[in-house]
Structure formats: C-alpha cells, structure tokens
Antibody, heavy 121, light 108 residues
Framework: EVQLVESGGGLVQPGGSLRLSCAAS????????MSWVRQAPGKGLEWVSG????????YYANSVKGRFTISRDNSKNTLYLQMNGLRAEDTAVYFC??????????????WGHGTLVTVSS | EIVLTQSPGTLSLSPGERATLSCRAS???????LAWYQQKPGQAPRLLIS???SRATGIPDRFSGSGSGTDFTLTISRLEPEDFAVYHC?????????FGGGTKVEIK
C-alpha cells in the first residue's frame, strides 16, 4: 500500500525558514518523480515544486523560485522541501504527491494528508 | 503559464442528477494532458481522470472526462451521495503545472 506521510509544518514568522519532509513507502521511490502541492485555507490547489526520480532535475512555480528548494534522499525514501524567506501568502496545507512518471512533474496518483504551514508574526 | 478556469464555481444538484463541470485553458493543453481530482473536506485530493478521458484505477464509470485543446469537461452521470465534493482540473502538458480554481458540487 502506498503511503506518504508529511511532517515539519508549523508556525513560523515572516522571513523565517522551515523544512518539510515526506516519508514514502509501498512503492519503488526512486522510480517516480515527486511533487509538493499546497492549498491555502479555503482556496484551490497550487503546484509548488517537483523533482525527478533520480533527483537530478528540479522544477519550481514562479511564486517560490529562489526561496524554496526541493530535494530527495532515495536511500531514505524521503522527499524534502526547504522553505526560506517565508511570506504570509505561503500559509497553506502542503501535500506531498507521487507522480506517475520518473522524469518530470506530471499528474499525481497518490497524495499524503498534508502538513499545515502558517506564516504569521 | 497556462491558466485553467473552472466553471461553475458551485453546482447545486440532487442525488441522481447529472453533473457537468467545465475546465477551460488559456492555451491549448498539449497531448490533452489534463487530469481531474476529487477532494472532500479535510482530505487529500483523489485522482479521477488523466489524459482528459482515462479513468484512474477504481473510479466508477459514472465519472467520465472529455474534451481537447482548451475545453475539457468532467461529467458525473448520476450523482451518488459520496460524489458531493470539490473537483479540480490540472494540466501537465507544460511546466509550470497548474490547477483550476475548483468546482464545488453541493447537495441542493
């Protein structure tokens, strides 16, 4: 059974940093690209960042480029999102999502339950 | 960046009725790389449709997707009580990926 479990969310001040993690199990982690997708309270979904199965290619939304860094450790079956320079508009539930292909962000067949990030002073 | 516009914002229907949801793209979606997801309150999205019309594993056949280019439709032929939820479309033909704003299907 595929499982994706996010952690690392919480309350952080504007300008601060946070690192999210997503522990994956139930599939060959390195064979699939992975993404982070967020959802602000009461709003729609927004794709944030993606990474290829091998970790050699990364992709970002314009809204987070230069502030967020996605990475993965295939030996630990874990996906990460380092978030720096956080802003109030980054407040959202962050979902980890498994892609259908190896190479690039595509569409998502499994999702975690999400972790809440709140940026506020 | 491809902008997806979903309409209507809210659809009020009764169980047994047919639901028709629209997703319009600002540019042509290459290879009809368009997916649909269902999301219930407090839950993660669930994949329904990929490639504009291919149902995901375990999705009932009352859900169907159609369309091409810039206009796509998700149809639920007969609404079951468990189908009342928010539906999101997503394009994956061009980076950055993008989602529509969602359509809420509520009980009338």
């Amino acid at each position: 059974e595929v499982q994706l479990v996010e952690s690392g969310g919480g309350l952080v001040q504007p300008g601060g940093s946070l690192r999210l993690s997503c522990a994956a199990s139930g599939f060959t982690f390195s064979s699939y690209a992975m993404s982070w997708v967020r959802q602000a309270p009461g709003k729609g979904l927004e794709w944030v960042s993606g990474i290829s199965g091998g970790g050699d290619s990364t992709y970002y939304a314009n809204s987070v480029k230069g502030r967020f860094t996605i990475s993965r450790d295939n030996s630990k079956n874990t996906l990460y999102l380092q978030m720096n320079g956080l802003r109030a508009e980054d407040t959202a539930v962050y979902f980890c999502a498994k892609d259908r292909v190896t190479s690039r962000p595509y569409y998502f067949d499994y999702w975690g339950h999400g972790t809440l990030v709140t940026v506020s002073s | 960046e491809i902008v997806l516009t979903q309409s209507p914002g809210t659809l009020s229907l009764s169980p047994g009725e047919r639901a028709t949801l629209s997703c319009r793209a600002s540019q042509s979606v290459s290879s009809n790389y368009l997916a649909w997801y269902q999301q219930k309150p407090g839950q993660a999205p669930r994949l329904l449709i990929s490639g504009a019309s291919s149902r995901a594993t375990g999705i009932p056949d009352r859900f169907s997707g159609s369309g091409s280019g810039t206009d796509f439709t998700l149809t639920i032929s007969r609404l079951e009580p468990e189908d009342f939820a928010v539906y999101h479309c997503q394009q994956y033909g061009r980076s950055p990926l993008s989602f529509g704003g969602g359509t809420k299907v509520e009980i009338k």
